[in-house]
């Protein structure tokens, strides 16, 4: 997509979670109560206005996207109303105002208050619908709640993308293809398919540093992603960057 003059995306962090997933090296935090969310959006919204009036004006600059990322963003809904009212007049008349959330903090009433906010599109973190698979990376959810998440989207019709790992302890390049199966039958409009890195400040990369943890080998992975590559290719996928594909028109624009 050709942008604008003065085109821009906006991202804006969440960093609370209920939980930390093992291989997770994003800024977040699992210690927090509703005063600290509550000072924490604060300053989010007061650094919003201060933008808004500088440099975000009506007719100078829109917006094309805005990404809240996490953290755990979808952990909450009413909190976003300020934001959304100082982002109404700057979003242009096609923007994507995307939301990432976990499977098992999403239900029908969260999302029609997304939706009611301006929210458009939701990052849908599933991971893998192996249970060994969400055991290692200590998710919350099951492959269950994940398929029920992606009917509540599909039922309102919401555009949204699938986030999934692999290289996890004990995955096969045949438990890789079931994945890459299940997807087929759901067809999201947006696909992120990562290799899992064992990052040093995290559990499992501390694991590996003492020898408790062994990742797999650089073949595992050129063979997962080669997969992937020629599967999604029959199912008229577009590969749209080294990580994501997408159907035609549903091009993640905050990418």
Request: hydrophobic share 30%; net charge positive.
């Amino acid at each position: 997509m050709k942008s604008k003059k003065n085109d821009f995306g906006l991202y804006i962090h969440i960093p609370f979670c209920s939980k930390i997933c093992h291989y997770c090296d994003f800024s977040k935090t699992s210690k927090w109560d509703s005063s600290l969310v509550k000072s924490y959006f604060h300053v989010i919204e007061k650094e919003l206005f201060l933008w808004r009036e500088k440099y975000l004006k009506p007719n100078q600059i829109s917006l094309s996207s805005v990404y809240l990322g996490g953290g755990t963003p979808g952990l909450f809904a009413q909190e976003y109303k300020k934001i959304a009212a100082y982002l109404e007049n700057i979003l242009q008349s096609d923007y994507e105002f995307t939301i990432e959330a976990n499977p098992e903090d999403f239900d029908e009433k969260k999302l029609l208050i997304w939706k009611g906010l301006g929210i458009n599109r939701v990052s849908l973190g599933i991971q893998t619908f192996n249970t060994n698979g969400l055991k290692f990376l200590t998710r919350a959810h099951t492959a269950k709640k994940s398929l029920e998440s992606i009917e509540i989207l599909q039922k309102h019709s919401f555009n949204y993308s699938t986030d999934f790992i692999y290289g996890w302890k004990g995955q096969s390049l045949e438990d890789w293809q079931r994945d890459l199966d299940t997807i087929a039958s759901i067809r999201p409009p947006h696909l992120s398919l990562y290799s899992l890195t064992y990052e040093p400040g995290t559990p499992i990369g501390r694991a590996q540093l003492r020898g408790k943890l062994e990742s797999k080998d650089d073949n595992f992975y050129t063979d997962c992603y080669e997969l992937s590559c020629g599967f999604l290719r029959q199912l008229n996928y577009v590969h749209e960057e080294v990580s994501n594909w997408s159907q035609k028109g549903k091009f993640a624009r905050h990418n």
